[in-house]
């Protein structure tokens, strides 16, 4: 056989945003595990990342930015290219949440979580097609959506406004380079038990009224979606594009 196997990621290089923990830090360990050399990006430290990825025998930088700021993620992914060499894989992942009753919900809250959650997500995915289209050079981008880009949910304005905003982003930008080799698409997480999550998993009656409505009987865990990225990473998903890929445990079955 001659052919790389489907999901053998040697030879690439991911860059996955937000790697320092939670979901980020178990897609960054999947990727680098199936071959990767990963570069996370993120404001806080990732040790820890590093530590884990070179325990199980990866390859793993770190390069410090805050995402927030005007044009950083373009910016970072221009500087990533330039110093380290091409990327193949994007996994644009950090994202914050705000919670309050509509009604209260501020304009801070809403522009935080709208230029992390959604505005750097597309100046990230379009630094790097900027990149690869003039290069004539393949690309896959993962964007993370949520649950929110399905359902409404309550006291989350602007998170699903920004999660529903991934959803409908991630088809756009497959529509106009599917074919032009760059895939792009979404994972869907469930409830994942994250800094993320901190809040409602103190609130003990949402926190039971969740785990209820989970058919797999239990939140997910970061690494449970290491294997849909591998997979919307590899050669195994090269005719998939613009889906958001839900890994919720039956959450949307019900
Ligand atoms: P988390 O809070 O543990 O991780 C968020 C990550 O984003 C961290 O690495 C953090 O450092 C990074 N980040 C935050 N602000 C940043 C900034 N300004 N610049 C750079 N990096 C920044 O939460 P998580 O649950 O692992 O979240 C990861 C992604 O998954 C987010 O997009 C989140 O919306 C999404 N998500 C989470 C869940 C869940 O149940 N936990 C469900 C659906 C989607």
């Not at 304009?107 to 900027?130: G, I, T």
């Not at 895939?183 to 999550?197: F, L, Q, R, S």
């Not at 990473?233 to 890929?245: C, E, F, K, N, P």
Request: hydrophobic content about 50%; some cysteine; charged content about 20%.
């Amino acid at each position: 056989m001659t052919a790389p196997a489907l999901f053998d990621l040697a030879g690439t290089r991911a860059v996955v945003t937000g790697a320092n923990t939670g979901i980020g830090q178990g897609i960054a360990l999947a990727l680098a595990t199936a071959g990767a050399a990963v570069i996370g990006v993120g404001r806080s430290s990732m040790d820890d990342t590093a530590a884990r990825i070179a325990e199980a025998g990866g390859r793993f930088e770190a390069v410090q930015a805050d995402l927030s700021a005007p044009m950083a993620a373009a910016g970072v992914i221009d500087a990533v290219w330039a110093e380290h060499g091409p990327i193949d894989v994007l996994v644009n992942n950090a994202g914050i949440i705000r919670r309050a009753d509509a009604v209260d919900f501020t304009e801070a809250d809403w522009d935080a979580v709208m230029d992390l959650n959604l505005k750097s997500v597309f100046f990230a995915a379009q630094a790097l097609a900027r990149r690869a289209l003039s290069d004539g050079r393949p690309a896959k981008i993962i964007n993370i959506a949520s649950m929110l880009s399905f359902q409404g949910g309550i006291r989350v304005a602007s998170y699903t406004a920004s999660k529903s905003g991934v959803a409908g982003l991630t088809k756009l930008l497959a529509c106009e380079w599917a074919g032009r080799g760059i895939n792009v698409n979404a994972i869907a997480p469930g409830y994942v038990e994250t800094n993320n999550t901190e809040a409602l998993r103190k609130d003990q009656e949402r926190s039971s009224d969740i785990l209820k409505r989970i058919p797999a009987g239990r939140w997910a865990r970061p690494d449970d979606m290491g294997g849909a990225a591998v997979f919307l990473a590899s050669r195994a998903s090269d005719y998939i594009h613009g889906i958001t890929l839900p890994v919720d445990g039956g959450w949307l079955a019900r």
